[in-house]
C-alpha cells in the first residue's frame, strides 16, 4: 500500500481540526474584536496540503488581500520546488544538472543552501540528494516487496549532498555525479511557511500564523495574549504523557512523525524519512517536534532529528541557538518522552 494524497489530506485535515491552531482563545473561523484588530482565518490546498493562515488585522479587506498575497508566495514556491511536475525548476535540475550548470532562482538558491549547511551540521543525516533512495522505497511499496541490498547500495552510490556544487555567485547549481536527484520535501514546506509571513509583515500586517500542515510559523502575538498557542500533533490516541500545546511568539515549529506518512510493505510500516547513510527508511515509531527561530529550520530539523534518534538529536540542537527538540517515542503504555533542556520553556 502507498499513501494517496487524498488520503494524506484526510489525515492533515482531521490532524489540524484536532490539534486545532487556538490562538488568544479564539475560535477558528470566528473574527473576534480586540483592540481594534479583528481575527481572520483562511485555508487553502497547496504543497499537498492544508495552509492555513491566521490574521490579526483592523479590516477583512486588508487581511484578505494580505492572505492572498501569502497564499500566492506558497504557490509561486510551490511551482518551483514541486518534485510532481515536469515543469518545475527543481524537475529542471533533476534532468540537467549533471549535464550542465543550471542557473536557478533565488528561492531555490537559499533553499539548497540552507539543505547543504544542514547536511554539514546534521552530518549527511539531513540530504535532499536521497531521491534515488526515496523513489527506490516508493516504489518497492507500489510493488508490495522491499528493495534488496544490491538496489538500495546501487541508489545509495547516487546519494550524498556533498556532490551538490552550489555556485551563490554565478547562481547555479550542478551534481558532482551521474544518477544524482535531490528532493526538497523535507525543507520546502518550512521555506513556504516563512515567506508566506515574510509577505504578510511586508504588508504592514503585524501579528499572524501560518500552518502547512504541522509546519508552523508565527509572528507577533495575537492582542491580550502573551503568547500564540499551537497545538502538537500526537503521534497517537494513548499520548496523554505528551504536551498538547507549545507557546510561541515569532518563532516556529514543526513536527515530523511516521504515524502519519508511511509505507506498509509485507506488514512492515516503513517511514517517508530515510537514513541516506544506510539507505533504510527510520524505523522506530515515533514523532518529533522541533522548535526555531524559523519554519524552514524547525521543518530540516525535525527531520535530521527524525533520522539521528533522541541521543544524537538532542545533542545537535544543543549546538544551535534557540532550537529545542521532543522525541515522542511509541511505547507499549503510551510514548515515551525525549526532550530537550529547553523544550519545558515554550511548554505551559
Ligand atoms: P512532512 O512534513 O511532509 O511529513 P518531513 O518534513 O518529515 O515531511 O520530511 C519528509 C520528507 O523529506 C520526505 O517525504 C522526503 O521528501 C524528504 N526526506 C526524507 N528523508 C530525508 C532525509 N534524510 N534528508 C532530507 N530529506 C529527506
Ligand atoms: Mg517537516
Not at 4 to 25: D, E, T
Not at 103 to 120: C, K
Not at 220 to 238: C, L, M
Request: aromatic residues 6%.
Amino acid at each position: 500500500m502507498t499513501w494517496s494524497r487524498a488520503q494524506l489530506l484526510r489525515g492533515f485535515l482531521a490532524a489540524a481540526l484536532a490539534a486545532g491552531v487556538v490562538s488568544g482563545g479564539c475560535i477558528k473561523g470566528r473574527a473576534l474584536a480586540s483592540g481594534g484588530l479583528k481575527q481572520f482565518d483562511s485555508a487553502r490546498e497547496l504543497m499537498g496540503t492544508l495552509v492555513t493562515i491566521t490574521i490579526w488585522a483592523p479590516a477583512q479587506e486588508i487581511a484578505r488581500e494580505a492572505g492572498e498575497a501569502a497564499f500566492a508566495r506558497i504557490a509561486e514556491i510551490e511551482s518551483l520546488m514541486s518534485r510532481y511536475r515536469a515543469g518545475s525548476e527543481l524537475s529542471k535540475i533533476n534532468r540537467r544538472a549533471y549535464e550542465e550548470s543550471v542557473p536557478i532562482s533565488d528561492d531555490t538558491l537559499a533553499v539548497l543552501g540552507l539543505a547543504l549547511e544542514h547536511g554539514r551540521l546534521s552530518d549527511g543525516a539531513f540530504d535532499v540528494s536521497m531521491a534515488p533512495l526515496g523513489k527506490l522505497w516508493k516504489s518497492a511499496a507500489g510493488s508490495g516487496r522491499a528493495p534488496g541490498a544490491s538496489a538500495i547500495e546501487k541508489a545509495r552510490a547516487c546519494v550524498g549532498y556533498v556532490n551538490i556544487a552550489l555556485d551563490e555567485k554565478k547562481r547555479t547549481v550542478r551534481f558532482l555525479k551521474p544518477g544524482m536527484e535531490i528532493d526538497l520535501g523535507g525543507i520546502a514546506k518550512g521555506y513556504a511557511v516563512d515567506q508566506a509571513l515574510a509577505e504578510l509583515r511586508r504588508r504592514g500586517i503585524t501579528a499572524a500564523l501560518v500552518n502547512a500542515g504541522g509546519d508552523i510559523a508565527t509572528m507577533g502575538r495575537p492582542p491580550e495574549a502573551k503568547t500564540w498557542r499551537v497545538g502538537i500533533q500526537k503521534p497517537n490516541r494513548r499520548s496523554g504523557r505528551l504536551p498538547e500545546v507549545v507557546l510561541l511568539t515569532t518563532g516556529a515549529v514543526a513536527t515530523s512523525g511516521d504515524y502519519e506518512r508511511f509505507v506498509e510493505i509485507g506488514g512492515e510500516r516503513y517511514s517517508h524519512i530515510i537514513d541516506p547513510r544506510t539507505g533504510m527508511p527510520v524505523k522506530s515509531m515515533s514523532s518529533v517536534t522541533v522548535i526555531a527561530p524559523d519554519a524552514a529550520t524547525a521543518d530540516i530539523l525535525a527531520t535530521a532529528c527524525s533520522v539521528l534518534g533522541p541521543k544524537r538529536g538532542v545533542e545537535l540542537t544543543a549546538q544551535l541557538a534557540n532550537v529545542e527538540v521532543m522525541y515522542a517515542i511509541a511505547a507499549e503504555d503510551g510514548p515515551a518522552v525525549v526532550k530537550s533542556q529547553g523544550f519545558d520553556k515554550y511548554v505551559e
